[in-house]
């Protein structure tokens, strides 16, 4: 799903990705991330909103125990011990919402609560967008990624638009 639009200074496009959820269950989430680790082939990030990239894939740490990974292509089988957490697919749910160019940080004020000054790159939070729970990541200093309900992508972008429009 690709649907691009260039408005206010910025570009919005729509693409389907895979997201792969990770959670450990409590008192088991130091084994479980020393699993995790060895099948990632590197380190989970630490903090909750940080990121870690891991060849094509990029590992989110959503909540203390959660982790999203979001693949290029299909997400990878990571088969987990029941005792320690498991792995859920979410990619058939979610959209990849990117948006892009020097009138985001304007446009997203309009949308969003966050403070994309103390954002750093990389950097992921957990928000809001027309009373939606979003998942926005910093990309870089124009550009940002919302991980939306697929059910009301199509809803979020047009409230996208309008806020962009809203400051021509």
């Given at each position: ?28 989430m130091a084994q479980f991330e020393v699993v995790l680790n060895r ?110 309900p697929r059910s009301l992508s199509q809803g979020l972008m047009e409230w996208i638009a309008d806020a962009s429009a809203a400051g021509?």
């Amino acid at each position: 799903m690709a649907d691009g639009s260039n408005m206010a200074g910025f570009e919005m496009a729509a693409y389907d990705c895979s997201i792969l959820q990770l959670e450990g269950w409590d008192g088991a989430m130091a084994q479980f991330e020393v699993v995790l680790n060895r099948i990632l082939g590197g380190s989970l990030p630490n903090k909750v909103g940080d990121t870690a990239r891991h060849d094509e894939w990029l590992v989110i740490r959503i909540a203390p125990r959660r982790f999203w990974l979001l693949c290029d292509g299909p997400p990878p089988i990571i088969d987990v011990d029941a005792e320690r957490g498991c792995a859920l697919p979410l990619g058939e749910g979610r959209v990849r919402v990117r948006l892009s160019g020097r009138g985001l940080k304007q446009v997203l004020e309009r949308c969003v609560a966050a403070d994309w000054e103390t954002l750093g790159d990389g950097r992921a939070v957990q928000t809001g967008l027309d009373r939606v729970p979003v998942l926005l990541l910093r990309k870089s200093g124009f550009e940002c990624d919302l991980l939306v309900p697929r059910s009301l992508s199509q809803g979020l972008m047009e409230w996208i638009a309008d806020a962009s429009a809203a400051g021509t």
